[in-house]
Each structure stands twice: as C-alpha cells, then as structure tokens.
C-alpha cells in the first residue's frame, strides 16, 4: 500500500451521509506482471465482510502505481455514532445502565431509554465502532471470569413501527444487519499469480474517517 483517505463522498447528494474511500497501490513490475489481474483490493468498513468492497479495478494506472480515486463503487454509508453500554460491573450501575437484578439465578441488565436519532443532527462521539470488549470488575481475570447477561434495551418509539423492524447491531451480532459516522476502513491488498489459483496478501491499511 502506498497511500489512502476517508473523506465525505464526491457526489453532493452523497456528501453529508456517505464516506469515500480513495488509495493507491504501488507496485515492482519485476514481479508483477500485470496488476490489473493480479491485483485484488478488498476495502471493509469496521471489520465487516457484509458489505466490503471487491473487485475494485484501478482508474488508472501512473509510474507503477495503481490508483482507486472513484467517485460512487468506493462509497459506504457513513451511519450515525454507535450506541454504548457499560457492563462491566454487576454491583454498580454503569454508564447508560438503569438497574441490574439478578433473575432466576441470571443477571439482567437494564438500560436506560434511548431516543431516536434519525432526524438528529450528527453528533461527534467517539467509540469502539461496534466493537465489544469482554472485561468485568468482578473477578481478577476477565477471559475466564466475565459472564452473559441478559441485557434489555428501551428506545422512545411511536407505535406501531410499521415499514420494518428495529435491531440490536454491531460486532456482537456478527454484523447482521445494516449502517453506522466515524468509521475505521481497512484496505486488503491480494496478489494472485498469473495461472495461480490462490490469493496472497501481500499488503493493507488501516484508515479512520475521524483522522483525516
């Protein structure tokens, strides 16, 4: 990998809600003889396969680099900050956390209400991305100490909700369901040899969207 960015999409009426992702990568053409084949980009936005971008071919190439500067295939949507919850302790009340009663011999945590965000104005929060850590205050070591939690979720709705349904989304849920605005890309670089049948990774990048 030679260099990459993460800014606000090209495309006006894209700039406010999506994120584009531009890079170059270069090359030695004492090896690679013919980059637009053997070259094999994958862009993934936090770490998730589901929508990750492949088959990207370069725009052009210039003194043995291979650029990617597109307007629209190289776009994901930016989303909203993620939501947050601190269960780290089962005797204390953490962060966003309005009870925790044990049930049955099983701890259940419950949260406090949220409200809706989808007419908000974007909110610059720093967070994890979706991401989890597996961590508790009761116990010495978390891998082998931590344990589940039933963890009940309240968010200020009209209802019905009709036109669809509403998810608990991120790392957790192995990405099953959709969007996110400070967001972490990494661009895979694979090599594949002429008439090889397997793909190499010969290089990648890690980009924030928030450190540009």
Known sequence: MNSGSVHAATIVQDRNFKQEVDFNISY?????????????PVVMQNGRWDNAKIGLQPQFLKDNELVYDYDDINVFPGGKEYRWLDTRSMIYQGERVASVAKENGLFHVYLMPDEKRGFKRYMNNPDINGRYVVKTYQGTDSEIDADYVWVHFFLSYDMPVEGGNMYVFGSFSNWNYQPQTENEYMILVYYRRQGGFIDELIGYKMLNSRQQ
């Open 28 to 40: 030695a053409t004492g090896v690679i003889v013919n980059p637009f084949q053997e070259i094999r």
